[in-house]
DNA sequence: TAATTATATAGGTCAGTCCAACATACCATC
DNA sequence: GATGGTATGTTGGACTGACCTATATAATTA
């Protein structure tokens, strides 16, 4: 028995061929971010197409992340630089349609913010380490300044997070624990003030820890640390 | 000083104020996944719009996963299942246009189904554990066909991969790693034949500490049987 | 010189028209 | 009765040409 003799033959669309042939373009750096492409009713006449059909294939580019569009003179159709949006609004629209619970996406960002943790014992330059106790001492000031800049500090604790995680410079694990930000803010800011001082003595602990290049630690530390706000969160809602 | 008083007036474009409506009544699960919506020419009517703008919002839909579309008699705009695809599709563009190196690729993909394999030995059924035995012995056989078949293999072997990451029950990371699959295709396809049979004996031990429930095991052995795969690839590039 | 006002460019939208795909029902042939 | 053709209505796909809106740049004016 042989095993799908034939393909499906599609019938594909105009603007699909379009959205093709620029998005090879693209990639293949035909055109660098910040380039313009030529105009709509340019375009249409070189792909010998309607200027109806162009648009769906620019609206499409727009929406994958490759193409912003400005209108105005010297407006038009420009490259866009890449950026970790995409992934993270499929991911959201994802957990949103209940393909994924929450705790599904918790461990998912436990399993990687604290792998990258451990990976930057290993690769953090001691630059990037005296930088990251620059950006802690800063939280700390925050942090004394009280309580009317709680919701100030948070956002810069989740900010201070993905400081960490960078030192494992991996722009894959990177992406993907950022492409996870906007779920992270709606939770931390129902964090109450009078954790303060755990939060930041956690922190003291896992800089320590990568200082002393001793990685298991440091993935140990974080992972108390964001289990316990996590089940502080899930007992606050 | 008072921080962002006002947020930006967008002039939004018709199609994005639809879109975000649809958006919405999806969502809010005003309609399940197999409904259709009504025609362009009715909901044109509806949102009193020209076709045209609609037909942006439709694509913008269709893009984001949200929406399919029919042609034909009985065609129309249907909702979509909720789906792994745009993730994928977004990070394999990210990845594509240079934010990462084929090292961050591998050392992310290690960590993440090597976790899922540890998490597997938890979690996962007997009845999925025999499932997967299945899975496996019909690689055994298809090994045994001999070289004409080897391609074959490897993309087998290749899902018996998700098969066994899907064990550990966590629809986030199943989907980024299936995001990676394009990948490990390209790579895969160089291994010699010769180690068929070290590639079954890995996963027969692997199989082994699943049903011991010895996570740290299967994830230590996994880790090993990518790991040695993965240097393969590199030395015969 | 600085503010204002044209103007050209380019995207946004619409209406109407026609084409292509498909489901369905009906009909003819064997 | 089963198969294959044919007609038809619905629905998406595409084109055209016109007009509106936004904006950078140049020309104009106070």
């Known amino acids: 028995m042989m095993e799908q003799p034939f393909q499906r033959v599609s019938t594909s669309r105009v603007s699909e061929a379009i959205v093709e042939q620029i998005r090879q373009a693209i990639l293949d750096g035909q055109f660098q971010p910040g380039d313009r492409l030529p105009s709509q009713r340019e375009l249409a006449k070189m792909f010998g197409v309607g200027r109806s059909a162009l648009l769906e294939a620019i609206r499409i580019l727009e929406q994958s992340g490759l193409l912003t569009i400005r209108t105005g003179g010297n407006g038009g159709a420009f490259v866009t630089a890449p950026s970790i949006r995409q992934v993270s609004d499929s991911l959201d629209l994802l957990v949103r349609r209940e393909g994924a619970t929450r705790e599904e996406l918790a461990e998912f960002r436990i399993v990687l913010e604290c792998y990258c943790c451990k990976m ?98 440091a993935q140990r530390l974080l992972n108390e640390h964001i289990y316990f706000f996590n089940l502080m969160r899930s007992s606050t809602e």
């Open 120 to 217: 930057a014992a290993e690769k953090a330059s001691e630059e990037e380490l005296n930088q990251v106790e620059l950006e802690f001492n800063e939280l700390k000031e925050l942090a004394e300044k009280g309580s009317a800049y709680w919701q100030t500090f948070l956002t810069r604790e989740i900010e201070f997070h993905f400081s960490i995680a960078s030192l494992a410079h991996n722009r894959v694990s990177l992406a993907v624990l950022h492409s996870l930000a906007t779920w992270l803010h709606s939770f931390s800011s129902q964090i109450p003030e009078f954790y303060e001082g755990r939060m930041l003595n956690n922190w003291q602990a896992i800089i320590a820890a990568l200082r002393n290049r001793d990685g298991e630690q």
